[in-house]
């Protein structure tokens, strides 16, 4: 946990930092993927997109995923960039960040190839 001091003339008063922030004098900012009280939390997106106080913004979560703490993968039919993608192919061959995904029988080996598809 950390406190922050507090000093007013005679005595020292010590408090628990705002949530973003920590050190002795809570004037320390989070620093990523750490946020939140005490930095407990992690942000599961980009540096730039993730807020020391409040975490990820749905809005700004990482390619494939969503939610307040961008942790929820895209469901299927969506993907992309804030779900906002649809895949036109099964569940199964549905990839939550790049989309359909096909497979493609060459020389006897099966491979995975991401869709073209915009």
Known sequence: MHFCSIANWAYIHQTECLPG?????????????????????????EEDQCDPITGCDGKNCSTGYYGSFCNRKCRYPNYG?????????????????TGCVWKRRALGIMT????EMP
């Open 112 to 115: 995975y190839i991401p869709s």
């Open 81 to 97: 960039k804030r779900c906002q993608s649809e895949c036109l192919c099964g569940n199964e061959q549905c990839d939550h960040i």
């Open 21 to 45: 922030y920590y050190g002795d004098q809570c004037n320390k900012t989070c620093r990523h993927p750490n946020y939140g009280h005490n930095c407990q939390l992690n942000c599961m997106c």
